[in-house]
C-alpha cells in the first residue's frame, strides 16, 4: 500500500491475514512450530495462551518486527517481509515518547511527511474516539496507566491498519476500565473496519470480542510450553455486542479454561 | 454498552512515576517572586564572607602580605583595567575556554554518536578513548608545547581536550542505553536512519547531552587554567603565577574571584540553555 492511500481520508480496508506453516526458533528452542492460521479480513481473532507460549512472537511475525525461520505470512494475499505499513501494532506496553504531548504521540503513527491539516482532524477525532480529547495536551507522566494504553491504540489507529495487532491492551487495567475499552474496541471496529488480532490472558476478554478464539501451546502435553502450534480454535457463536452472562459463553469459557489447565468445576464442560 | 462513557477517576495527572511525589498543581510562587528571593538568598554568604574577610584583614590577626583587604582586592583590579591589561587577560582566557569547550564538545557529540549507535564502531574505538581517558589531563601539557608550541593552539587543544571526555564519557552510554522498546516502536512505525535519531534517540539524551555540557565547561576551566600556568604570557592563569612570583596577593585574589565569576557565569548560560531545552524535551 502506497503512503498516499494511507493518506486519503477514507478508511482503509480490512486486510486478509494468512499464516502458513510458521516456525521460529530461538537458537535451538522451537517457539512457534508450522502454524497455520488463516484470517478472514474484517475479523477479530483472539490468541490465548499459557505465558511464554509465544504469542507475543505470533504477533510480531504478523508486523514484520520479527522474521520467520520457516513458513510464511501474508496480509492481503501479498507476503510480509520485514516491516509492514498495512499493519499497526499497540505493544504489551504503551511505549509512548515521554517527551511528546498526548496529540504528538499519537502523530507518531500517522505516516511520515509533512503534517497537514487533514493529519491533525485525523489524530483530534482518534483522541475524541479514545475519550483523551481534554487530555491533548498532557505529557505521558501526567496521565494514568489506561489513559497511556488508550493512547497507544489511537496511535496504532492513526496508521489506518488493515491488520491491528493488540499485544494484551488492555493488561493493565483494572477490571472496570478494561470493559470499557473492550466496547471502545468494539466501537473503534464498527467505525473503521479492520483485521484485529489480539492477544489476551482473560478469556472472558477473548470470547467478548472475537469471532474466533484461538488457544496456542504444545501440542504434545510433554513438550514444553514453549513448542506452539493451535492446540484449538473456538469460534464464538452470536453477533456482537454479546451478553457478557451468556450461558453459551459460559460452556466456551470452561473449556478454554481447561484448556489453559485450569479446572473450572463447570459440570456440563466435560 | 454504557461504561465507555469515560473513565473520570482516572481524568487527572497521576504521581511523578520516578520520584512518588504529587504531581504539582499550581501552588508555586510566581516566577518573579521566586527570582527575586533566590537572588537574595544566593547572595547573602558571599557578603557575609566579604564582612568577615575585611573584618579579619583589618584586625590585624593576620599580616597583609597573607590577606589583603576586599578593598585593596578592588584597588588592584581598578589598576589592572586602567591600564588596559585587565580586559585582556579575561578576553584572552574567555577566547580560549570557548574555542576549546565548542571544539571539544562538537568532536565528543560526534564520537560519542558513533560509538553509542554502532555496536561495530564501540568495538573499534572504546578501548582506546577508554585508555586516553585515563591518561592524568595534565600529562598531555608538555606534549602539545612540543607539538603545537607554547601559543594559542595548544591552550586551545589542552580546553578541548578537556571538554572532550566528559561529553563523550556522558553521550555514548546514554545514547547505547535508549530503551530499545522505544527504537522498536519507532522501527514499527516506519522510521529508520536520521528520522528515528530525531524521533527518538536524540530527545532521549537530551538530559544526558546537558550535564555533560556543563560538567565539560568545568573542565573547561579547569584545563585552561593548567595550560596557562604552565606557560603563557596573558591570561587568567598566567596572571596568577606572575602575581605570585611578584608577591601580589591582592592580585592573586583578585584572579581567583574573577575565574570564580566566570566559570559561574558561563555555567549560568548552560543552565539558561538547559531550562529552555528540558522544556522542549524533557519528560
Ligand atoms: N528475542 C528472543 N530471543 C530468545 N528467546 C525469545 C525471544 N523472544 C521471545 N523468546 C522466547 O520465546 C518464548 C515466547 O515468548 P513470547 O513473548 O512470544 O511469549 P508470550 O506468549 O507473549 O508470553 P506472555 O503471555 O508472558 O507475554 C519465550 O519462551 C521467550 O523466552
Ligand atoms: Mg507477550
Given at each position: 500500500?502506497?503512503?498516499?492511500?494511507?493518506?486519503?481520508?477514507?478508511?482503509?480496508?480490512?486486510?486478509?491475514?494468512?499464516?502458513?506453516?510458521?516456525?521460529?526458533?530461538?537458537?535451538?528452542?522451537?517457539?512457534?512450530?508450522?502454524?497455520?492460521?488463516?484470517?478472514?479480513?474484517?475479523?477479530?481473532?483472539?490468541?490465548?495462551?499459557?505465558?511464554?507460549?509465544?504469542?507475543?512472537?505470533?504477533?510480531?511475525?504478523?508486523?514484520?518486527?520479527?522474521?520467520?525461520?520457516?513458513?510464511?505470512?501474508?496480509?492481503?494475499?501479498?507476503?510480509?517481509?520485514?516491516?509492514?505499513?498495512?499493519?499497526?501494532?499497540?505493544?504489551?506496553?504503551?511505549?509512548?515518547?515521554?517527551?511528546?504531548?498526548?496529540?504528538?504521540?499519537?502523530?507518531?503513527?500517522?505516516?511520515?511527511?509533512?503534517?497537514?491539516?487533514?493529519?491533525?482532524?485525523?489524530?483530534?477525532?482518534?483522541?475524541?474516539?479514545?475519550?483523551?480529547?481534554?487530555?491533548?495536551?498532557?505529557?505521558?507522566?501526567?496521565?494514568?496507566?489506561?489513559?497511556?494504553?488508550?493512547?497507544?491504540?489511537?496511535?496504532?489507529?492513526?496508521?489506518?491498519?488493515?491488520?491491528?495487532?493488540?499485544?494484551?491492551?488492555?493488561?493493565?487495567?483494572?477490571?472496570?476500565?478494561?470493559?470499557?475499552?473492550?466496547?471502545?474496541?468494539?466501537?473503534?471496529?464498527?467505525?473503521?473496519?479492520?483485521?484485529?488480532?489480539?492477544?489476551?490472558?482473560?478469556?472472558?476478554?477473548?470470547?467478548?470480542?472475537?469471532?474466533?478464539?484461538?488457544?496456542?501451546?504444545?501440542?504434545?502435553?510433554?513438550?514444553?510450553?514453549?513448542?506452539?502450534?493451535?492446540?484449538?480454535?473456538?469460534?464464538?457463536?452470536?453477533?456482537?455486542?454479546?451478553?457478557?452472562?451468556?450461558?453459551?459463553?459460559?460452556?466456551?469459557?470452561?473449556?478454554?479454561?481447561?484448556?489453559?489447565?485450569?479446572?473450572?468445576?463447570?459440570?456440563?464442560?466435560? | 454498552?454504557?461504561?465507555?462513557?469515560?473513565?473520570?477517576?482516572?481524568?487527572?495527572?497521576?504521581?511523578?512515576?520516578?520520584?512518588?511525589?504529587?504531581?504539582?498543581?499550581?501552588?508555586?510562587?510566581?516566577?518573579?517572586?521566586?527570582?527575586?528571593?533566590?537572588?537574595?538568598?544566593?547572595?547573602?554568604?558571599?557578603?557575609?564572607?566579604?564582612?568577615?574577610?575585611?573584618?579579619i584583614a583589618t584586625s590585624g590577626l593576620v599580616p597583609s602580605y597573607r590577606l589583603p583587604t576586599p578593598l585593596s582586592v578592588w584597588a588592584a583590579g581598578v589598576d589592572l583595567y586602567e591600564r588596559g591589561v585587565l580586559y585582556q587577560h579575561i578576553a584572552i582566557s574567555t577566547q580560549r575556554v570557548l574555542l576549546g569547550f565548542g571544539i571539544g564538545a562538537i568532536v565528543g557529540l560526534a564520537l560519542a554518536s558513533i560509538v553509542g549507535l554502532s555496536a561495530r564502531a564501540s568495538e573499534l574505538f572504546a578501548p582506546t578513548l577508554g585508555a586516553l581517558r585515563a591518561v592524568p589531563s595534565l600529562a598531555w601539557v608538555p606534549l602539545l608545547g612540543l607539538y603545537l608550541g607554547l601559543n594559542e593552539d595548544s591552550k586551545v587543544a589542552l580546553v578541548?581536550?578537556?571538554?572532550?571526555?566528559?561529553?563523550?564519557?556522558?553521550?555514548?552510554?546514554?545514547?547505547?542505553?535508549?530503551?530499545?522498546?522505544?527504537?522498536?516502536?519507532?522501527?514499527?512505525?516506519?522510521?529508520?536512519?536520521?528520522?528515528?535519531?530525531?524521533?527518538?534517540?536524540?530527545?532521549?539524551?537530551?538530559?544526558?547531552?546537558?550535564?555533560?555540557?556543563?560538567?565539560?565547561?568545568?573542565?573547561?576551566?579547569?584545563?585552561?587554567?593548567?595550560?596557562?600556568?604552565?606557560?603563557?604570557?596573558?591570561?587568567?592563569?598566567?596572571?596568577?603565577?606572575?602575581?605570585?612570583?611578584?608577591?601580589?596577593?591582592?592580585?592573586?585574589?583578585?584572579?581567583?574571584?574573577?575565574?570564580?565569576?566566570?566559570?559561574?557565569?558561563?555555567?549560568?548560560?548552560?543552565?539558561?540553555?538547559?531550562?529552555?531545552?528540558?522544556?522542549?524535551?524533557?519528560?
Amino acid at each position: 500500500m502506497s503512503s498516499s492511500s494511507l493518506r486519503s481520508s477514507t478508511p482503509a480496508d480490512a486486510l486478509s491475514v494468512s499464516i502458513r506453516e510458521l516456525s521460529r526458533r530461538f537458537g535451538d528452542r522451537v517457539v512457534l512450530n508450522e502454524l497455520s492460521l488463516e484470517i478472514a479480513a474484517g475479523e477479530i481473532v483472539a490468541l490465548i495462551g499459557p505465558s511464554g507460549c509465544g504469542k507475543s512472537t505470533l504477533l510480531r511475525h504478523i508486523g514484520g518486527l520479527d522474521s520467520p525461520t520457516g513458513g510464511s505470512i501474508a496480509i492481503g494475499g501479498a507476503p510480509v517481509t520485514g516491516l509492514d505499513a498495512r499493519s499497526a501494532i499497540a505493544f504489551q506496553e504503551p511505549r509512548l515518547l515521554p517527551w511528546r504531548s498526548i496529540t504528538r504521540n499519537v502523530e507518531v503513527g500517522l505516516p511520515r511527511g509533512k503534517r497537514t491539516s487533514a493529519d491533525r482532524d485525523r489524530v483530534a477525532e482518534l483522541l475524541e474516539l479514545v475519550k483523551l480529547s481534554s487530555s491533548a495536551h498532557l505529557r505521558p507522566r501526567e496521565i494514568s496507566g489506561g489513559m497511556a494504553q488508550r493512547v497507544s491504540l489511537a496511535r496504532a489507529l492513526a496508521r489506518r491498519p488493515g491488520v491491528l495487532l493488540l499485544d494484551e491492551p488492555f493488561g493493565a487495567l483494572d477490571a472496570l476500565t478494561r470493559l470499557s475499552m473492550q466496547d471502545l474496541l468494539l466501537d473503534l471496529h464498527a467505525a473503521e473496519p479492520a483485521t484485529i488480532v489480539i492477544v489476551t490472558h482473560d478469556v472472558d476478554e477473548a470470547l467478548y470480542l472475537a469471532d474466533r478464539v484461538i488457544l496456542l501451546g504444545a501440542i504434545d502435553p510433554t513438550e514444553s510450553a514453549a513448542q506452539a502450534s493451535i492446540r484449538s480454535t473456538v469460534v464464538v457463536p452470536g453477533l456482537r455486542p454479546r451478553d457478557r452472562g451468556s450461558g453459551d459463553l459460559a460452556e466456551l469459557r470452561a473449556e478454554l479454561l481447561e484448556g489453559l489447565g485450569v479446572p473450572t468445576h463447570h459440570l456440563s464442560a466435560r | 454498552m454504557s461504561l465507555n462513557s469515560g473513565t473520570p477517576v482516572l481524568e487527572r495527572p497521576l504521581v511523578d512515576d520516578a520520584t512518588g511525589a504529587p504531581v504539582p498543581v499550581t501552588s508555586e510562587p510566581r516566577p518573579r517572586r521566586r527570582w527575586v528571593r533566590a537572588t537574595v538568598l544566593g547572595a547573602v554568604i558571599p557578603i557575609a564572607v566579604i564582612v568577615l574577610w575585611q573584618a579579619i584583614a583589618t584586625s590585624g590577626l593576620v599580616p597583609s602580605y597573607r590577606l589583603p583587604t576586599p578593598l585593596s582586592v578592588w584597588a588592584a583590579g581598578v589598576d589592572l583595567y586602567e591600564r588596559g591589561v585587565l580586559y585582556q587577560h579575561i578576553a584572552i582566557s574567555t577566547q580560549r575556554v570557548l574555542l576549546g569547550f565548542g571544539i571539544g564538545a562538537i568532536v565528543g557529540l560526534a564520537l560519542a554518536s558513533i560509538v553509542g549507535l554502532s555496536a561495530r564502531a564501540s568495538e573499534l574505538f572504546a578501548p582506546t578513548l577508554g585508555a586516553l581517558r585515563a591518561v592524568p589531563s595534565l600529562a598531555w601539557v608538555p606534549l602539545l608545547g612540543l607539538y603545537l608550541g607554547l601559543n594559542e593552539d595548544s591552550k586551545v587543544a589542552l580546553v578541548a581536550i578537556g571538554a572532550f571526555f566528559p561529553v563523550y564519557t556522558t553521550v555514548a552510554p546514554a545514547l547505547r542505553h535508549v530503551d530499545a522498546h522505544l527504537v522498536e516502536l519507532g522501527r514499527s512505525y516506519g522510521y529508520s536512519g536520521p528520522a528515528l535519531l530525531s524521533l527518538v534517540q536524540l530527545p532521549a539524551v537530551v538530559p544526558a547531552v546537558i550535564s555533560s555540557l556543563r560538567l565539560a565547561l568545568a573542565q573547561a576551566w579547569l584545563f585552561l587554567v593548567a595550560g596557562e600556568l604552565l606557560g603563557a604570557s596573558l591570561g587568567l592563569g598566567f596572571l596568577l603565577v606572575d602575581s605570585q612570583q611578584n608577591g601580589r596577593i591582592d592580585r592573586l585574589f583578585l584572579t581567583i574571584i574573577l575565574l570564580g565569576i566566570l566559570g559561574k557565569g558561563t555555567d549560568s548560560a548552560v543552565g539558561l540553555l538547559e531550562r529552555f531545552l528540558l522544556k522542549r524535551w524533557g519528560s
